[in-house]
């Protein structure tokens, strides 16, 4: 899946370099180079084991690191993060297929946590260049501080991208033709994509709906909260991930419906703005759980 992995994600990273230039290739490829080259050493030096890096983990853990950060972090932080993900969150439990949680989030929320001002202060977009462009906060981020109104919220923008965010999240167009085409290869099901984006819809929905009653807001919140912040890169890329996901369909339901869940009380009352990465990691934890509970009957076996 690797590769296909990786190619999916060409149309996410041509409009992100549309919208935030050159300096998405610069944190794309330190990011990529810094995953490999950390993976290579531990597995030359301290493991001395075959060595793994061709089968592409490293680069799509790169990748999707680079999508979890702003366009114009410095380029050690980023080496920092790739560190983390390989060094402590990878290699620590034995490589691929051996890791609990997934290693670009936890690359990634070990920076928000350690450099907050680096990984929370993102450029405006200028889709006609880079030189112009200002820090800004996420949509997320100011609806939380009372600065930006759900009317004024420009859908259309946010679809296409052009709105201040992490590389790889802004892009929902891009990564929702991704995430079909993935559907289409058989590279992940609907349950876990589904599962995230439609609980997250129902909690916005609801709460809406007690503190507006009957309103545009009841379809204006959801969509919000599915365009914006982490949720179509998080439901799509993230949280499909083999190796830190249940393996039954049932599983995976209970899977997405608590990483929805969890972003959105973070988001409706926890102190940052977006919950996304969160929710994941501590759902990452929960999937050895739901693993041993949730199992498809027996064949042969006559269901109660």
Same mark, same amino acid.
């Given at each position: 899946?690797?590769?296909?992995?990786?190619?999916?994600?060409?149309?996410?990273?041509?409009?992100?370099?549309?919208?935030?230039?050159? *300096?998405?290739?610069?944190?794309?490829?330190?990011?990529?180079?810094? =995953?490999? %080259?950390?993976?290579?050493?531990?597995?030359?030096?301290?493991? &001395?084991? *075959?060595?793994?890096?061709?089968?592409?983990?490293?680069?799509?853990?790169?990748?999707?690191?680079?999508?979890?950060?702003?366009?114009?972090?410095?380029?050690?932080?980023?080496?920092? @993060?790739?560190?983390?993900?390989?060094?402590?969150?990878?290699?620590?439990?034995?490589?691929?297929?051996? +890791?609990?949680?997934?290693?670009?989030?936890?690359?990634?929320?070990?920076?928000?946590?350690?450099?907050?001002?680096?990984?929370?202060?993102?450029?405006?977009?200028?889709?006609? @260049?880079?030189?112009?462009?200002?820090?800004?906060?996420?949509?997320?981020?100011?609806? &939380?501080?009372?600065?930006?109104?759900?009317?004024?919220?420009?859908?259309? +923008?946010?679809?296409?991208?052009?709105?201040?965010?992490?590389?790889?999240?802004?892009?929902?167009?891009?990564?929702?033709? @991704?995430?079909?085409?993935?559907?289409?290869?058989?590279?992940?099901?609907?349950?876990?994509?589904?599962?995230?984006?439609?609980?997250?819809? %129902?909690?916005?929905?609801?709460?809406?709906? =007690? +503190?507006?009653?009957?309103?545009?807001?009841?379809?204006?919140?959801?969509?919000?909260?599915?365009?914006?912040?982490?949720?179509?890169?998080?439901?799509?890329?993230?949280?499909?991930?083999?190796?830190?996901?249940?393996?039954?369909?049932?599983?995976?339901?209970?899977?997405?419906?608590?990483?929805?869940?969890?972003?959105?009380?973070?988001?409706?009352?926890?102190?940052?703005?977006?919950?996304?990465?969160?929710?994941?990691?501590?759902?990452?934890?929960?999937?050895?759980?739901?693993?041993?509970?949730?199992?498809?009957?027996?064949?042969?076996?006559?269901?109660?």
């Amino acid at each position: 899946r690797m590769d296909l992995d990786i190619t999916l994600m060409v149309p996410a990273f041509s409009l992100s370099l549309l919208i935030y230039g050159l *300096d998405v290739l610069r944190v794309t490829a330190i990011a990529v180079v810094s =995953c490999v %080259l950390v993976e290579y050493l531990i597995q030359r030096f301290l493991i &001395k084991g *075959d060595c793994t890096v061709k089968n592409l983990s490293a680069v799509l853990t790169g990748v999707l690191l680079a999508f979890n950060l702003p366009s114009d972090i410095p380029w050690w932080i980023i080496v920092i @993060g790739a560190v983390v993900a390989i060094g402590v969150a990878k290699m620590t439990f034995g490589g691929l297929g051996r +890791n609990p949680f997934n290693p670009a989030l936890v690359g990634r929320v070990f920076l928000l946590i350690a450099y907050p001002v680096q990984m929370t202060s993102f450029p405006q977009p200028a889709m006609a @260049g880079y030189v112009d462009a200002f820090a800004g906060a996420t949509p997320l981020a100011a609806m &939380k501080a009372g600065k930006l109104a759900m009317a004024d919220v420009n859908f259309l +923008n946010m679809m296409a991208g052009a709105m201040p965010g992490s590389m790889g999240e802004i892009a929902a167009v891009a990564l929702l033709v @991704g995430g079909v085409y993935m559907l289409w290869r058989k590279v992940i099901t609907w349950h876990i994509p589904v599962a995230v984006l439609g609980s997250m819809a %129902l909690f916005a929905f609801v709460v809406a709906w =007690c +503190n507006g009653g009957i309103s545009s807001l009841m379809y204006e919140l959801p969509a919000f909260h599915l365009l914006a912040g982490g949720a179509m890169l998080g439901a799509i890329f993230m949280a499909t991930d083999y190796v830190t996901s249940p393996m039954t369909a049932k599983g995976m339901i209970l899977y997405g419906v608590g990483i929805g869940v969890i972003t959105m009380i973070i988001r409706q009352w926890g102190a940052y703005p977006e919950g996304m990465s969160f929710a994941i990691l501590l759902m990452n934890a929960v999937a050895p759980l739901i693993n041993k509970y949730v199992k498809p009957r027996r064949f042969g076996k006559a269901s109660k």
